[in-house]
């Protein structure tokens, strides 16, 4: 009945496919589509489009409880009243996800209510590699669980092969015509998976969604997006799974955890991807894999750790210090790529110059640097000798034989698991399965104890015997 009444709705009115590609499962204001918002309300006249308040309001105990429509945020601290121009009331707007646009409480959302997209179960996979046995046991463990519709967790260490794990889940479920997103909370990883995807996946539509990234043509049946692009979805996946499910800022906000569920099917299942995973995931998993050694079979660089007394005042004082710059001519001299780790922005920044006198092609990159596409690019095919960087890179990023030292490993940013994920920068490639990895540090801490540790058990399970 409500199908056959919408149909008659917009009889007479030709929807054009770009309209119906774009809108399926997204949720929207009527300004953030790349159509004239006048062929926005023709489509909403027609009842096309769903509407839905932007802002809920509700009561409890006498007072106003709001909770946003898109990122669905209730944290009332995250919301603020203004006086809006636009219907010249008091409004209230969404701070969590205002970096997408913001969200005003006399505005509305849309949601697309016509008919979906054509779903095309022709698909190819293009992958000539082989599967070690572990592997071959989580990608049948894997497409299993989506089989099922159960959570599944592929606990792997870092350089194991994760994401060739998944290609065969998702190519069979692809030959379903099921829709599927992999996110994961980084950009970086994002950029870094895509090309991968596009070659593997050659006659699927795939798009990758992150902020400032271009706009797209078609349908995609296969989306990789950070977890705030997840957002503008609701109800749209058939199969989600989270790449780097313990990343920041993933595991700290409620909202993207909320985000991954508005964004799949009710009843689609989720997998969690991960080297590094929290107690919660591991305490709520329904499928399980775990491949503790690398696909080469080579055991994981163990770091190293040492004293770097009063680096800070050094590099302040225009000083490098002597065993990072000797550690740095060392790399130099090999022509061996590196990465340098930074707890903070204004350090990396006052350490660049000092660095640069060693070699005036060593560049760096953080979160706020619109070119760190482009420098990785140049570290990975040797246009530049080294990079130095926040933690924007712990994870996501392969570079052939890459060495990589930390400085102020003791400081807070650098938990165990964020050095346990840097650690695994070295080594992933087969000729080149080891290198050094060296935290330097202003007095040991447990987390650095714990990295350490976590990594000598992962070397002992991997090798002390048959899995």
């Not at 889940?169 to 950029?191: E, Q, S």
Request: aromatic share 10%.
């Amino acid at each position: 009945m409500f199908k056959n009444t919408i149909k008659a709705s917009y009889k007479g009115l030709i929807i054009e496919p770009a309209i119906v590609n774009f809108a399926a499962g997204r949720i929207l204001t009527k300004v953030n589509t790349p159509f004239p918002q006048a062929k926005i309300e023709t489509y909403i006249k027609y009842r096309l489009f769903h509407i839905k308040p932007a802002i809920e309001i509700t009561t409890k105990l006498f007072r106003k409880h709001y909770k946003c429509g898109r990122c669905l945020n209730d944290q009332q601290s995250k919301f603020i009243h203004f006086d809006c121009a636009k219907c010249d009331q008091i409004c209230t707007y969404c701070r969590h996800c205002i970096a997408m646009g913001r969200i005003i409480s006399c505005a509305n959302l849309i949601a697309w209510n016509g008919p979906q997209p054509h779903i095309s179960k022709n698909h190819e996979m293009c992958w000539d590699g082989t599967f070690t046995k572990l592997q071959a046991r989580a990608s049948q463990e894997l497409s299993d669980s989506i089989a099922a519709k159960r959570q599944h967790l592929i606990h792997a260490v870092c350089g194991a092969g994760k994401t060739e794990i998944l290609f065969t889940a998702i190519y069979k479920a692809l030959k379903k015509g099921l829709r599927i997103c992999v996110a994961t909370p980084r950009t970086d990883v994002v950029l870094e998976l895509f090309p991968r995807f596009q070659k593997v996946f050659p006659n699927t539509i795939l798009h990758a969604l992150y902020g400032g990234g271009p706009e797209q043509k078609g349908y995609p049946q296969l989306v990789l997006a950070t977890t705030h692009q997840l957002y503008r979805f609701e109800h749209a996946f058939d199969v989600m799974i989270v790449d780097e499910a313990d990343a920041f800022p993933y595991t700290f906000d409620s909202a993207l955890q909320k985000a991954v569920q508005k964004a799949k099917k009710p009843n689609a299942p989720v997998a969690y991807v991960t080297a590094t995973p929290s107690e919660k995931l591991l305490a709520y998993k329904e499928g399980y894999s775990f491949i503790p050694k690398r696909y080469h079979n080579f055991p994981l660089p163990v770091p190293r750790f040492s004293s770097l007394w009063n680096y800070e005042k050094q590099i302040k004082k225009e000083q490098l210090p002597t065993k990072l710059m000797e550690w740095t001519k060392q790399r130099l001299a090999s022509e061996e790529p590196f990465l340098i780790f930074f707890p903070t922005i204004d350090l990396l920044e006052k350490a660049m110059p000092l660095f640069q006198k060693l070699h005036a092609s060593i560049t760096s990159v953080h979160a706020e640097d619109v070119n760190r596409k482009e420098k990785v690019m140049q570290l990975r095919n040797a246009e530049i000798p080294g990079l130095l960087t926040t933690t924007i890179l712990e994870r996501g990023i392969t570079i052939k034989n890459v060495q990589v030292a930390v400085v102020g490993a003791e400081s807070s940013i650098f938990t165990a698991s964020a050095l346990i994920q840097i650690a695994g920068r070295v080594g992933r490639n087969a000729h080149f399965h080891g290198g050094d990895i060296v935290f330097y540090h202003h007095g040991i801490t447990t987390e650095m104890d714990s990295a350490k540790e976590e990594i000598e058990n992962l070397n002992e399970l991997g090798f002390g015997g048959e899995l």
